[in-house]
């Protein structure tokens, strides 16, 4: 059985140097970086499709990872001062994402009581992630996805791992420090 740090080190390990970049923040919870290689994706358009925004083929810009904040409140802290939080408006959103860009993730830290995620970068950032104060006990406060399988944290504190074609298999979380 696969434990918390064991998971940590298996999902967050192949991010050791490597830089964060098109951090993205539009919706309140909602944050993301990417890490590793950058290639374009196509997804083409679907005819018969009722949103006209499916109908268009797109293309996208994805790297080797994605790490994004789903349903978890997250504070962005430097020299232990708050800068930004989920609940400012979609510029100091906007803000935060790019505060974060070009740095390398250096820890995680996963706590059980308080349940929540310190993700703490090279030039000194912390990113602090929590359930929401409405949070249901199996809401995504974080997902880490590289090209086939995902890392995921829920708000009751378990670990969620697999393959993104399987159902994920879950682990209780407990107090772990992982240091890339």
């Known amino acids: 059985m696969a434990t918390p740090s064991s998971l940590l ?3 967050f390990g192949p991010l050791q140097g490597l830089l964060s970049w098109h951090g993205t923040a539009e919706f309140g919870t909602w944050l993301s970086l990417s890490f590793g290689q950058p290639r374009l994706t196509v997804r083409e358009g679907k005819p018969q499709a009722v949103s ?3 109908r268009r083929r797109r293309i996208f810009v994805e790297g080797d ?3 994004w904040i789903e349903m978890g409140a997250w504070e962005l ?3 232990g001062r708050r800068l930004f939080h989920s609940g400012q408006s979609r510029r100091s959103l906007r ?3 790019a505060r974060l860009e070009a740095q390398r993730i250096t820890r995680v830290e ?6 929540g995620t310190v993700f703490s970068f090279d030039l000194g950032s912390q990113l602090h992630v929590r359930p929401t104060e409405d949070a249901e006990p199996d809401e995504d406060l974080w997902h880490l996805y590289s090209s086939d399988r995902c890392l995921s944290f829920l708000a009751n504190g378990t670990l ?3 393959p993104l074609t399987d159902k ?5 979380a407990r107090a772990v420090i992982y240091i890339l």
């Open 9 to 11: 080190r298996e999902y």
């Open 52 to 54: 006209k925004l499916l």
């Open 65 to 67: 990872f994605l790490l």
């Open 77 to 79: 802290f430097e020299d």
């Open 95 to 97: 803000r935060a994402a």
């Open 110 to 115: 996963i706590t059980a009581d308080p349940v």
């Open 160 to 162: 969620t791992h697999g």
């Open 168 to 172: 994920p298999r879950s682990t209780a």
